[in-house]
């Protein structure tokens, strides 16, 4: 057992996990400000040019060539004490398979974003695998890289956040997360003082799911796209996410957290105004080009209904909170996708 | 008390309520076969042109300058002994009050349509109003006339539906009504055995509420019109409405009575070919240039919710059947338009 308290120094080394916009983009930030960094992905395929050329090619508000230690879709090749899980929420629970081999109690696992209660399942999940000595785990509100991914072994890093909360598992352990943590990436994130905040502070899953399905026509209208936020988060619709929102902060008040709403987060984020939800969406620029799904088969509603209204349902209950509206939209993903994200969604508190 | 069981004829005179597309256009049809016609609606405005001239223009599958005999905004001033209610359902509660001063046994009320349980509705509102020798009171499944009203006195009838359903309140009433209804109108109709057929047949009830809640931003989004059928009704949206649609089946069902899918509805009324409703909905012309509402606030929701959804999940209530997705439909529309349609709607069986 190491002695935590003192002389916790930064990793030197970072494992991305997962090869997407935000794991390409992290990994290549990371190398160009000195860490040395392994990136996994699951496929192959989609790290193959990262492979090859060991290199990642970055533009935007961060650019230059990222030269990446290794890159594999074998974690064993590339796994690091210092583990940045880039993936969608979905991935979590089989990372944390792959990972309990490799775990132990130096260890740090930072999930971005956890979505709701990502910390919670990647804890029991290593339990689960027979983990003993369990990885500090935290997990973050939101993403720090607005980013996308080109070809090959390309990223455009278009913006960074600031103040992204983070929280770890046990509220005790962010000052050691934040101590391993490279010291350039610690000023882009706040602590904040539970997982419960960060993982009821998920807006995704208000401003995501309800929308699509009070849209199921138009998304799957094929000659139609329309702006998610713009067309689809009509006056109606925002007035009915205002009531799922209030059971959101209700439950996180219920918990003894004080959570933003919807509306003030985005006042606080792009400085959005209006006296309503539906105002500050219209006065949010960065929603302004953001298409619809063309399919229901999205993670607007694979991923944010199991990682976010089922495990905001399922504390809810809990803790004697009613969430009628949360249950209605649950209630219609199951029935119009044909799927039981109760069974398979996070119930955990 | 007059005899019923023999000459028994046709009413020369028919009070038709409500001024309405199908009101007009029943009016001028009678008139033109030569019965003598009053035509009642709550505002003078919509029926002033006819009241001025005394003539309804009717152009399409029926033609011609029909004479009414007096129209009027005063229902004392053209009630008579045979009714034809020609209004949407949520007026019938208001007629039924409107009519108990002048309500007796041996008039005869033709619902067009009942909707869900217009007929139970009328009957029950008229002995609340202290009628006690009761009208034989008769709803149908829908209307006959395919039509549209013009400006002033114009109507213009596109086509006749046959075979329309039409069931008495009292079954055994069913002949009286037949009877005394004008000989040549009876041809469009056929025998219901029980209110609860034509009720549980009401299939706009299905295919209007969900596709409306399913497309809220679309509805809403100003500068797109879209297809409610063609458009609205995309393919996870009509299994939907096919759960909706087996639920109503199985209340009907357990209260003794088969009734059909909307599926085969949609064939028997309409040629409609293919294997799912989806196919159906697709290979139905008469649903090709039909527009979406634009605004929540439209009879697809305000009318057919409390006097379609609400007594249907109302009598599976009483039945023991479950309807889950019918429920979700109507909680879904109180929350969205924040009104308790329950409170408001029809709960008789």
């Excluded at 230690?69 to 590339?78: F, G, R, T």
């Excluded at 990972?99 to 209660?117: E, Q, Y």
């Excluded at 607005?146 to 913006?159: D, K």
């Excluded at 219209?282 to 694979?302: M, N, V």
Aim: negative net charge; charged residues 20%; glycine residues 6%.
């Amino acid at each position: 057992m190491v002695e935590k308290t003192v002389d916790i120094k930064p990793a030197s080394r970072v494992f991305v996990c997962g090869g997407g916009h935000q794991g390409v983009s992290m990994a290549a930030h990371l190398a160009l400000e000195g860490v040395d960094v392994t990136l996994w992905n699951r496929s192959q395929d989609n790290i193959q040019a990262v492979i090859d050329t060991g290199q990642i090619e970055c533009t935007g508000v961060i650019s230059g060539v990222a030269e990446i230690e290794k890159a594999s879709s074998d974690l064993s090749e590339v796994v690091s004490d210092f583990v940045f899980v880039a993936t969608p929420s979905s991935a979590h629970k089989d990372i944390a398979r792959l990972l309990a081999p490799f775990a132990h109690g130096d260890m740090v696992v930072v999930l971005s974003p956890g979505r709701t209660f990502g910390a919670l399942e990647f804890s029991k999940t290593l339990a689960e695998e027979g983990v003993e000595d369990l990885p500090h785990i935290a997990e973050t509100q939101t993403i720090v890289h607005t980013c996308r991914r080109g070809e090959g072994n390309r990223t455009s890093i278009l913006a960074l956040k600031q103040d992204v909360m983070i929280a770890a598992l046990e509220p005790s352990d962010i000052s050691y997360v934040l101590a391993r943590m490279p010291a350039f990436l610690r000023r882009y994130y706040i602590e904040a003082p539970s997982v419960i905040v960060t993982s009821l502070s998920n807006v995704g899953m208000v401003l995501h799911c309800a929308p699509v399905l009070m849209n199921i026509g138009w998304v799957e209208t094929p000659y139609v796209g329309f702006k998610h936020y713009y067309e689809g988060i009509s006056p109606s619709v925002a007035r009915f996410l205002e009531k799922v929102d209030a059971e959101r902060v209700a439950v996180a008040k219920a918990l003894g957290y004080d959570v933003e709403t919807t509306t003030a987060w985005l006042r606080r984020t792009y400085n959005s105004t209006g006296s309503n939800l539906y105002e500050c969406i219209r006065t949010t620029d960065a929603y302004k080009e953001i298409y619809a799904p063309s399919s229901l088969q999205h993670r607007y509603l694979l991923e944010d209904v199991p990682n976010g209204l089922v495990p905001l349902e399922y504390a809810a209950t809990h803790c004697g909170v009613d969430t009628p509206h949360i249950t209605m939209v649950i209630d219609l993903a199951c029935a119009v996708l044909d799927r039981d994200f109760r069974a398979e969604g996070r119930k955990y508190l």
